[in-house]
Each structure stands twice: as C-alpha cells, then as structure tokens.
DNA sequence: GCCGTTTTCGGCCCGACTGTTTTCAGTCG
C-alpha cells in the first residue's frame, strides 16, 4: 500500500510527540519543527510517496533530516527514529500525557521516582500516597489528577466532538452572556469561530471593564457541571456532558487583539507574531505593542491588527496558515484573498422536504412561506422519491403534490417555486422512476443514502452514473458522512469533479450541521477547478431554513467565492442554467 | 529540526493560572 500524505502526517505529529517526551519540553524547538512539517504534508498538493528528498526539503516547514524520514518511510514504511522512540515511551507513558495536568516533566517524574508508566500505576501512586510526596506536587495536584482520570473518557484534551454538539452550547452562552450589564461584546472563538467539523473546547470572550458579573454567570450556569478554575481574568466549566468552556474577560482595547489570539490557529498566530516581530513590535493578546517602549500600536478590532501589520483582514474561517496569509500580505505582488461567498447573497434554497415525506416535519405550506419570509426569488420542494421506502413519495403523490404546489405559486407572485425530488442514487448510480417522469420535476438533487460501505471505485461510477443523468442538476450531500459518527463514502473525487464540470452538475454544500457535506477538501479542490455548487439547508422543518448559515460559513471555509454558487444567482441566470443542464 | 537583506550559527511566540514555591516551575492555550 502506497504511502499517503495523511499517513505520513500522523506519523511526523506521533514524533513530535514522543520527542516532547525526550526532551522533556513541549516548546522544544524539535517538537516544534515536527508540527510544522507534518502540517506542511497534510496541506501539500501532491502526494509525498512520488517526491524525491530534495523536493520534499524544498517545501517550507520539512527539512533535509525530515525529508530523510520521509523518504524511508515511503521505501520502508518505517521510520528508524520513530521505532526507536515508541520502544522507548511504550503507548501506556503516551496515555498519560493525554492527562490534563501531566506535561513531560512530571511524566519523566513520574518514571524515574516512583516507576509509574502506565494509567493503573498512577491511579495507584495517587492512592497510595505517593504521589503527593514528589518534589514539586502535592495534595491538591493528586486531586486534581484523580478527578482529570474519572472524566478523561469525556475530556476534551482527549476527545473532539462534532460541531452540533458544542455550536448550540456555545451560542446559548454568548447570548446569556451578552445580555448582562457589564459586557459590552461577547463571542466564542477557537476553533469553532473558525468552523471546524470537530470541537475540542469552547473560548468565549466577553469585552468588559468588570469581569466578575460574567464569571459568576459563567460558574452559576445551569449548563456547568463543575468549576475547573477561576482567577481573576479567567475561568473554565465542564458542563454535565463533558464540555470545557473557558471564558476570558477582556478589556475593551485589547478585544480585537484578543479575538485574533483566542480564534488561531495557532499556525497562524505565530506567523502573525513572526511579522509582529519583524516590524519590531510584540504581539499578544492584549494588544499589537512596541517591543521596546510597550507603546501601543493596535489592539482594539481585528481589522486594527491586521493593518497594522501590513494585511488585509482574514475571515476567520481561513485562518489555517494554509496560504491565506500571504494572500492577505498588502507586500505581495497580487495579494487578493478570495472574495467569499456570504449569506445575503443566497437567492434561493434548492434542497427542502415537507410532511409530505415521512420525516419532514413541517408542512409545504409553511416550508413556503418562511422561504418567502427570507426575501428568497426561487425555492426547491424537493421531498424523497419513492426508492426511500420508509420515507419517499409514489408517482401519484408526486403529481399530487405539484399540482398542490402550482396551485401555492399564485400567492407568492415573487418567489418562484420549483417541484423537485431528492432522488436516490441506487447501488449502480440510477435513480428513481423513469426518464420521463423525471423530465416532469423542475429541479433534482440525487443523493446516496444507502450502501455506504462498498469499495471506493464502485463509489465513484455510483456517483458518475447519476451525474450523467440528464435530469439530476445537483449531487446531495456528496460523501454521506455524518460527523463523528459516520465516516462517509470513498470515491476518487478527481474524477468526480472531472465530471461535475463535463456534465454542469452541481455539488451541494449541506447545511445541516450533522453533514456540512460536501467536506471542506471537495469545497477547496472544486473551487479551484471552476466547479459549480449550491448552498442548500436539507430543512425538514421551517426552523432549519436558518442552517443555511452554517453551509455558507463552509463553503468559505473552502474558500469559494459567490460566482460559484449557482444559488446566488437572479433567477432568469438560474433557470437557464438548469435548462442548459437538461439539454447537455 | 528549520531557516536565512543582521545566513551557515544562533535564533526560534507569549502570558495566565495553579500549586508549590519563599521567587518559581510546569502546564495550558
């Protein structure tokens, strides 16, 4: 099995973390080096295994020494120094490291005074007593060890959770949070302001001059489980789940400084910091500042910071140090970060159910009217076909439900409305009912919803065959997956995309946050290429129509600009590019 | 281990909090 650029990632962040053992620093400049070169083979665009040692040394962030490593494991698939490091700090020593609280130094501790390498001989060492009589520890430290082991399975160190678990949470908080007196601004940050699939914790921010009215709220919370800490600036909760927020108080002038801190990534915060640098200023989280005098230079919005360093401001979606900062250095020949899509553009939602499938929740009425409510110029109903047993509609429904729909289109003279399916892509890539009938739907999206696990190359013509299909305008929620839950289909996307581009097909962006499907890599790879997508919410309800938020901030994510997202375009543009689809 | 208009050595991001310390080390983000 050839060498993938995943793989190898995991591998070079696997010796960063065995040499923070080592060396017994987590700052060591060597642990650092690993992080940067596995970051830089995860966003490389070719595959490692057909690069030479000098190309890959010509990459930023991988040296001679690492290129060396790589090119042995692509040989070999083994690295010398790797198994010499895992024969060394056994997986039980690595466990333990994952315990919040424990840092290298305290694990060589650990080993050498009381010969703990494993989770059970820490437990035991805790009991026992011999824990709290290590130099440097104590008590208080042994509790806290003992309470960080019984929530571990639930800890966020150890465990990222999907987006939907976390963004309600997070947003309750913010919206508490901002209704008090004393707060003038507060948002969540991290990596859940840049809109990853998963969460580890949550940072909440609150601008204020007084920050006790908030940290009580914050530790008084009917979410918080338990007060992990709390100072004067700071503190953090598990809720009754698992979850750690944490919330800093901020003071009005540092809060932009502050907001570009807490959101990262730390990739990008410490080129930003290296810029800060070059220009002979400090940048922190309380404010961009003159290294020498502490004079300060800017600090109070985002947009202050990144001026001042010479930048234009990046969404902070693409804030992954993969390539958006030079695309926003104003010192770069053709600088120009992509202009992104953003939801007041969205002119129709193109993928929506109703009761009239078994699990819509809403009825088509209702589905209509809060579209119309959105100031939409076109709307899709597009409820499961028939091959949907539990779910899907026969033919006499289907006519049924577009005569009833036709009948709807007199009282929303500024909304055009669309009958359309959400059909299915069977095992060999045909779809429900037959040519004709199918000539008879304004709009179709074709999804997989079932045979998830068959081998990548069937994927793949599954996905062809209903892209070729004369009636079907857009592939739905392209892989299937179901974040932290279910993994999704393999397919080549090269080809996929190939044929979205020969055929016009489509390829949605998926709102709901279970999915946000297609991924980030096919939003990414398809924007370059010139694919077409669609932002649509998959609602089942009238309230889900607002997820669509949530697909847009993917979709910039993937950095893809408006031009690309047939629904943001006027209506006449949209139905003759449906009908140039029809005819192709 | 990486990198380079202060180049091949000598730098490499920064501060809060905690618990243990009588002035700071370790960990975290």
Known sequence: MPATNDEVARLLSELATLTEIEEGDPNSFRVRAYQNAARAVETLSQDVGGMSASQLAAQRGIGKSTATKIRQFVDERKIDKLEELRAKYPPGQRELLRIPGIGPKTLTLLKEVLRVEDLAGLREAIQSGRLAELPGLGEKTAENLKDAIERMHLQSKTHRRPIREVLPVAEQLVADLESLDAVE???????????????????????????????????????????????????????????????????????????????????????????????????????????????????????????????????????????????????????????????????????????????????????????????????????????????????????????????????????????????????????????DFLAGFDWCVASVHSHFRRPPDQQTTRLV????????????????????????????????????????????????????????????????????????????????LDNVRNGVRQARRGGLPPEQVANTWDLDRFLAWIQQQRSA
């Open 185 to 435: 601004r507060a948002t969540y940050a991290g990596s859940l302001r840049r809109f990853r699939d998963t969460i580890g914790d949550v940072d909440i921010l609150v601008s204020t001059t007084d920050p006790a009215p908030a940290m009580d709220l914050l530790t008084g919370h009917d979410l918080a489980h338990d007060v992990i800490g709390r100072g004067p600036t700071k503190c953090s909760i598990v809720t009754h789940d698992g979850l750690q927020v944490d919330l800093r108080a901020i003071a009005p002038e540092s809060f932009g400084a502050a907001l570009v801190y807490f959101t990262g990534s730390k990739a990008h915060n410490i080129v930003l910091r290296q810029r800060a640098i070059e220009r002979g200023w400090k940048l922190s989280e309380y404010d961009l500042a003159d290294a020498e005098t502490g004079g300060r230079v800017a600090g109070a919005t985002e947009d202050d910071v990144y001026d001042a360093l010479g930048m234009d401001w990046v969404t902070p979606e693409l804030r992954e140090d993969s390539g958006e900062i030079a695309l926003a250095d104003r010192g770069v020949d053709d600088h120009r970060l992509p202009e992104l899509v953003e939801v007041g553009q969205l002119r129709g939602d193109l993928h929506d159910h109703s009761t009239w499938s078994g699990d819509g929740r809403s009825t088509m009425e209702d589905m209509v009217a809060a579209a119309a409510g959105s100031g939409y110029a076109y709307f899709a109903m597009t409820d499961h076909a028939e091959d949907l047993r539990i779910n899907g509609i026969n033919r006499a429904g289907m006519l049924e439900q577009r005569k009833q729909l036709r009948a709807l289109q007199e009282k929303y003279p500024d909304m055009r409305l669309l009958h359309g399916s959400e059909l299915n892509i069977g095992i060999d890539g045909s779809v429900d009912y037959d040519a």
């Open 465 to 544: 065959t209903a892209m070729r299909n004369p009636s079907v305008h857009a592939i739905g929620h392209l892989s299937g997956r179901k974040i932290g839950t279910r993994p999704g289909i393999e397919f080549d996307l090269d080809v996929v995309l190939d044929m979205a581009i020969e055929t016009g097909t489509a390829i949605e962006i998926n709102s709901d946050l279970n999915r946000l499907d297609a991924t980030v890599e096919v939003i990414r790879e398809g924007a370059r290429r010139g694919v077409t997508f669609v932002i649509s919410t998959d609602a089942h309800m009238v309230k889900e």
